[in-house]
T-cell receptor
């Protein structure tokens, strides 16, 4: 049973560029959440997708957008990259219930130069 | 506004002894709590959870205790093993929130 997978593993971009990160949820899960983890901090919630709609959003600017596909996989897009966007981006999948455990992928390390 | 706080950035414990990790929260709407473990270059791995209707949940070497009146939870690892050396995150959710709110993490080092 495959767990949550993310691609790419690492990414280097320059300021002002755009980036797309991808996530495939664990088998049987239909909800995908994205988190940003800066160095030395805990993960910060970006948004959650369910039934191809953004169900909840954290305190992130509109430069951060996402999409969920009919097969439940998801993309995170970040436009106009800033140096401060350098972080580990984590995807988590879960069942549809609020207290369903979220299982995390290995993350994508984004470096903005 | 940090609603989940792990005030000890690090903990060092001898192999075979008990590790106790603490977590405090401020949001009284939180009713579901989780602990995750994270190794470098990997995503967080789910360890154990507890609902606010309980005050204790046990799974093998891991036990989580919840004190709702104090808005405090703790994770006990007994006995500690070298493979337990990792960063441990406390997380919570509640109300209409689907998101998890995380603490900053505690780095555990198990000494031989």
């Amino acid at each position: 049973d495959a767990g949550v997978t993310q691609s790419p593993t690492h990414l280097i971009k320059t300021r002002g560029q755009q980036v797309t990160l991808r996530c495939s949820p664990k088998s049987g899960h239909d909800t995908v959440s994205w988190y940003q983890q800066a160095l030395g901090q805990g993960p910060q919630f970006i948004f959650q997708y369910y039934e191809e709609e953004e169900r909840q959003r954290g305190n992130f600017p509109d430069r951060f957008s996402g999409h969920q596909f009919p097969n439940y996989s998801s993309e995170l897009n970040v436009n106009a990259l800033l140096l401060g966007d350098s972080a580990l981006y984590l995807c988590a999948s879960a069942g549809r219930g609020r207290t369903d455990t979220q299982y995390f992928g290995p993350g994508t390390r984004l470096t903005v130069l | 506004d940090q609603q989940v706080k792990q005030n000890s950035p690090s903990l060092s414990v001898q192999e075979g002894r008990i590790s106790i990790l603490n977590c405090d929260y401020t949001n009284s709407m939180f009713d579901y709590f989780l602990w995750y473990k994270k190794y470098p270059a990997e995503g967080p791995t789910f360890l154990i959870s507890i609902s606010s209707i309980k005050d204790k949940n046990e799974d093998g070497r891991f036990t989580v205790f919840l004190n709702k009146s104090a808005k405090h939870l703790s994770l006990h690892i007994v006995p500690s093993q070298p493979g337990d050396s990792a960063v441990y995150f406390c997380a919570a959710s509640g109300g209409n929130d689907y998101k998890l709110s995380f603490g900053a993490g505690t780095t555990v080092t198990v000494r031989a």
